[in-house]
Nanobody
């Protein structure tokens, strides 16, 4: 059974930092492009960052310079280091993994990030 499970969300003050983790199981992780999306209340789900099997990175403009995505294939994990958080970063953050050979995609259950001033 394929699973992507997030952890690390929570409450943080403006300007603070959080690190999200996502661990996959039931997959050959090195063949996946994992990443993060987020969905704020009343808004559509949007891309935050992805990292492909060759470690090529893709970021939303709104998080460039503040967020860093990384992966550890030995741990079947992808991480999102979020620094200098802003209220507009408040959202449910979803981990996902896309198998590069078939584009089949799996999603985690989401983890809430709330940035308060």
């Amino acid at each position: 059974q394929v699973q992507f499970v997030e952890s690390g969300g929570g409450l943080v003050q403006v300007g603070g930092s959080l690190r999200l983790s996502c661990t996959a199981s039931g997959v050959v992780f090195k063949l996946y492009t994992p990443g993060w999306y987020r969905q704020a209340p009343g808004k559509e789900r949007e891309l935050v960052a992805t990292i492909d099997p060759w470690n090529r990175l893709n970021y939303a403009e709104s998080v460039k310079g503040r967020f860093t995505i990384s992966r550890d294939n030995a741990e079947n994990a992808v991480y999102l280091q979020m620094n200098n958080l802003k209220p507009e970063d408040t959202a449910v953050y979803y981990c996902y993994g896309r198998l590069t050979t078939t584009d089949r995609t799996y999603w985690g259950q989401g983890t809430q990030v709330t940035v308060f001033s």
